[in-house]
Every structure is written in structure tokens, then in C-alpha cells.
């Protein structure tokens, strides 16, 4: 297993239980959560075929290499969004007050706003991956290590 595969599996974890977590999030942030998971899923798939290949061109490289850092920003989202929120939960929990519950109450959104804000770009940024991904047709290109690759001059000299 490389680095890459490790971390995705990782992420892919956290998010799963950041779904199923009952936490108050912004309008539509479930949605791009679970785009999110999918699209890293897939991509997850990719490199553990791209690890299977002997030597990787220039593309597939950088390609798996900025799906890791992804994958690590993803990460590192996650763990800073569950602290937060769960921060906001302990205070709402810890007061009474009419007013220092309202702050409270404000301070969680203002949280859930920005939480929202963190994973929309990173489903933005998946997203772009992906469509680097398909523009440069890396899928043609894994697997053809060089001991796959057959010369054609050869076969002709064995007609």
C-alpha cells in the first residue's frame, strides 16, 4: 500500500462518520460531503492501480501526488471541523442564559458557515482533479509499464 492509498482510506473514514455524526451543518454541506466521499472513493481506486504500475510517466506522478495532498487537506478539514463543532456543542451545553446562549448559538453557525465554506472548496477541488484526470486521458496511460510494452518491430521479425 503507498502513501496515497493510506491517507485516502483514512479520509474516507472520517467522512463516512462525519455523515452519520449528528452535527448541525449548513444548507447542502451533507450533499457535497457525500460527493466528496464518492469522488475520493473513486479516485482512491485509481491509485491503488497506479501503485500497482512499475515506473509512472510525468502526469500520473503529479496526478497521484495532488490527490494525496488533497486527500491530506481533506483530512485536515475534518479534524479541525469536528473539533470546532464539538467545541460549539460543550459551550451551548455549559450556560443557560438567554444572552450568552445566543452568542453561543451565533458563534456555532458563524462555525457551520465556515465549515460549509472549507468543504465546498475542497468538493471544488476534487472536481478539478477529476476533470484533469479525464482531459489528460491518464486512464490510457496506467498499466503500460515497460515491461508491458511489446515493440512492434519485434513481431515482424518473427513473421
Request: hydrophobic content about 45%.
Amino acid at each position: 500500500m503507498s502513501a496515497a492509498t493510506g491517507v485516502m482510506s483514512s479520509v474516507l473514514g472520517k467522512l463516512a462518520d462525519l455523515l452519520h455524526e449528528e452535527y448541525k451543518l449548513a444548507k447542502g454541506v451533507r450533499k457535497d460531503i457525500e460527493f466528496l466521499r464518492s469522488e475520493l472513493s473513486a479516485m482512491n481506486d485509481l491509485l491503488y492501480v497506479l501503485a500497482e504500475v512499475e515506473e509512472l510517466d510525468a502526469i500520473n506522478k503529479g496526478w497521484r501526488d495532488r490527490v494525496r495532498e488533497l486527500a491530506y487537506d481533506v483530512e485536515d478539514c475534518i479534524d479541525l471541523s469536528v473539533a470546532r463543532l464539538g467545541r460549539a456543542d460543550d459551550a451551548r451545553e455549559a450556560g443557560r442564559l438567554g444572552a450568552k446562549k445566543l452568542v453561543r448559538k451565533i458563534k456555532k453557525i458563524r462555525v457551520s458557515l465556515q465549515v460549509a465554506h472549507q468543504i465546498k472548496e475542497l468538493k471544488d477541488r476534487a472536481v478539478e482533479e477529476s476533470k484533469r484526470q479525464k482531459r489528460y486521458k491518464l486512464d490510457g496511460l496506467v498499466g503500460a509499464s515497460a515491461s508491458n510494452k511489446v515493440d512492434l518491430r519485434m513481431c515482424a521479425l518473427w513473421v
